[in-house]
């Protein structure tokens, strides 16, 4: 299920002309995974490209970004890298080359007294590893990519003996959130996920937030290929791509904060791309 939106400017100045129809060569249509809208930090970032190129954003997010992409109605796309039909989007034509923007972070979720003694840690192979000698109650968010992620931690960890504490019960997301509070338990989830589903859910955990790269997931931007959608605006998705990967949108990206979380929950990568399209973004 997606929700549409339309991303307008804070400034006063672009409210007269907000409630007039831009051109189409003006707006730029954006997709993005729940991700960046849930965790409020892409809403400031666009009303300042607006405010900048006088594009006008509209946006919408959702899980199915690329087979919405795929029906025309979309410039360009923000979602992590190994995000479902991104491979098929690209080798088919559809879209032009992915350029890393961001990645976001994997956490570990622990109940307040936290009888491992993780809190304060950032590192996720030791705080793996000092769960599974506590033998603490782990519930296993079971979602490929975080089943990917604990089978490294794992391995890394020494392969521990994962008897009467690691607890697969083929549920993920919220349910193993969920689950863990209710049983007193550890699990691991998105940050962004965590701190919005406990705005609505009374959930009895906290947050511990890694730093190494293998808590990290890429996200990448794809502006579609005009060849298969002449219709569509990639000048202007172009444009937005340009302006995500620029130094100073980079920094407010790694600048920002959840409130109670120190550390940052999304983090850099533009410096991932090849070095034409790094210069072409630096002033």
Not at 129 to 140: E, G, Q, S, T
Not at 141 to 152: C, E
Request: some cysteine; charged content about 20%; glycine content about 6%.
């Amino acid at each position: 299920m997606k929700r549409w939106l339309l991303a307008v400017t804070v400034f006063a100045s672009m409210a007269a002309a907000a409630c007039a129809q831009p051109p189409a060569s003006k707006i730029v249509r954006l997709f993005a995974v729940r991700t960046e809208f849930d965790s409020g930090f892409l809403d400031p970032l666009l009303a300042d490209f607006q405010s900048r190129t006088g594009y006008q954003v509209v946006s919408a997010s959702g899980k199915d970004a690329y087979q919405e992409a795929m029906k025309g109605d979309v410039d360009v796309v923000l979602s992590h890298y190994r995000h479902d039909g991104l491979g098929a989007f690209i080798t088919h034509g559809y879209g032009l080359w992915p350029e890393p923007v961001m990645a976001n972070v994997t956490g570990f979720l622990a109940p307040p007294d936290d009888p491992a003694h993780i809190k304060g840690l950032t590192n996720g192979i030791e705080i793996f590893r000092r769960i599974a000698a506590a033998k603490a109650p782990f519930i296993v968010n079971g979602d490929v990519n975080s089943r990917y992620v604990l089978a490294t931690l794992w391995h890394a960890a020494g392969q521990p003996d994962r008897q009467n504490w690691y607890i697969d019960s083929n549920i993920e997301g919220l349910d193993s959130a969920k689950r863990a509070a209710q049983q007193h338990a550890y699990s691991m989830w998105g940050v962004t996920a965590f701190v919005k589903a406990a705005q609505s859910d009374k959930l009895a955990l906290d947050v511990v937030v890694p730093t190494d790269s293998l808590m990290q997931r890429v996200m990448v931007c794809v502006v579609v290929n005009p060849a298969k959608f002449p219709h569509a605006n990639v000048t202007g998705g172009k444009a937005l791509q340009s302006y995500l990967l620029s130094p100073e949108t980079q920094a407010r990206i790694a600048a920002f904060r959840y409130a109670g979380i120190d550390q940052p929950v999304f983090l850099p990568a533009g410096r991932n791309n090849e070095n034409p399209v790094l210069q072409a973004v630096t002033k």
